[in-house]
């Protein structure tokens, strides 16, 4: 049963400390996003990637956060420095055309 | 810009009885696909239904089914036979068909299924 995976499935963490959640998605999708979910803004992108090539990372701020795809197995979210706005559940999701599953998220709460 | 509107923010309903969830979209595009989620407590983020705007049928998957309405803009699910499992978080989902296929997604309906 094909699934996304993502690791860590929950992150606590100091302010000013680095994040990474990676993310592997379902082998033969070539669509890989990134989300995030809070209660205030519910559901939104933070970036996506079509066969590894990054497509759009406007949701991002970008002077801490970073996305890549160093190969098709693996997709990694970092956070430098975290701060407290940043804490929320991250998902991963990957897909082809009209479809895409979710990983099980990354609640990253930063204190 | 895409915009999906969920506009029952918590519904309730007995065991075994029909509730529908509503949604409505604003897009100028032609083809595009429609989703509605399921998150459960457990926030695994599950694809319940999916519509294609060129179809006119309406998609169907077991107990839940879509009233595809697409010169109203409208996308209801209706969830039959409701049972304990379905109490979740339910997120009406808007994607292009070509170019960008990011989803865009409602604040979402709490769902509570009542013994």
């Known amino acids: 049963d094909a699934r996304v995976t993502q690791t860590p499935r929950d992150k606590v963490t100091e302010m000013g400390q680095e994040v990474t959640m990676r993310c592997q998605p379902i082998?033969?999708?070539?669509?890989v996003f990134w989300y995030r979910q809070t209660m205030m803004q519910g559901l939104e992108l933070l970036a996506y990637?079509?066969?590894?090539?990054?497509?759009?990372d406007s949701g991002m701020p970008k002077d801490r956060f970073s996305a890549e795809m160093p190969d098709a197995t693996l997709a990694t979210l970092k956070i430098q420095p975290s701060e407290p706005r940043d804490s929320a559940v991250y998902f991963c999701a990957s897909g082809r055309v009209g479809e895409q599953f979710f990983g099980p998220g990354t609640r990253l709460t930063v204190l | 810009a895409q915009t999906v509107t969920q506009s029952q923010p918590e519904m309730s309903v007995q065991e075994a009885e029909t509730v529908t969830l509503s949604c409505t979209y604003d897009t100028s595009e032609s083809n595009y696909y429609l989703f509605w989620y399921k998150q459960p407590p457990s926030r695994q983020m599950i694809l319940v239904i999916r519509q294609e705007a060129y179809k006119q049928q309406n998609a169907t998957e077991n107990r839940f089914s879509v009233n595809f309405q697409k010169a109203a803009k409208s996308f209801s699910l209706k969830i039959s036979d409701s049972q304990l499992g379905d109490t979740a978080m339910y997120f009406c989902?808007?994607?292009?068909?070509?170019?960008?296929?990011?989803?865009?997604f409602g604040k979402g309906t709490k769902l509570t299924v009542n013994p």
């Open positions: 989902a808007f994607a292009n068909q070509g170019g960008s296929e990011k989803l865009v």
């Open positions: 990637f079509r066969n590894r090539a990054p497509l759009d």
């Open positions: 082998l033969g999708h070539n669509t």
